[in-house]
Nanobody, 122 residues
């Protein structure tokens, strides 16, 4: 069974840094796009950043220049390095992966992680 599991959330002060990880496990054949999303209390989930299978990256305007998304294909893992954190970055962060597995080898299936809390204090 394929799973995506985030780790690395926690509490940081404004201006500080945190690094999130999202590891996929199971019988994975390949991973296409990987994305980070976040959801603040009382708000809709919003897209944060994406990295393609070719390592092209894109970012939401609110995090560009402060966050860096990357991936390690050998480990089926992606990362989100968050620097210069602001209180408005406080949210539950979710990873999303589009991947092919041995049980779904013809078409990519989307998997979401369970979320990890990031809290930034002022």
């Amino acid at each position: 069974q394929v799973q995506a599991v985030e780790s690395g959330g926690g509490l940081a002060q404004a201006g500080g840094s945190l690094r999130l990880s999202c590891a996929a496990s199971g019988s994975i054949l390949s991973i296409n796009n990987m994305d980070w999303y976040r959801q603040a209390p009382g708000k809709q989930r919003e897209w944060v950043a994406a990295v393609t299978s070719g390592d092209s990256t894109t970012y939401a305007a609110s995090v560009k220049g402060r966050f860096t998304i990357s991936r390690d294909n050998a480990k089926n893992t992606m990362y989100l390095q968050m620097n210069s954190l602001k209180p408005e970055d406080t949210a539950v962060y979710y990873c999303k992966m589009d991947l092919r597995s041995s049980s779904s080898w013809r078409f990519a299936t989307t998997y979401w992680g369970q979320g990890t809390q990031v809290t930034v204090s002022s």
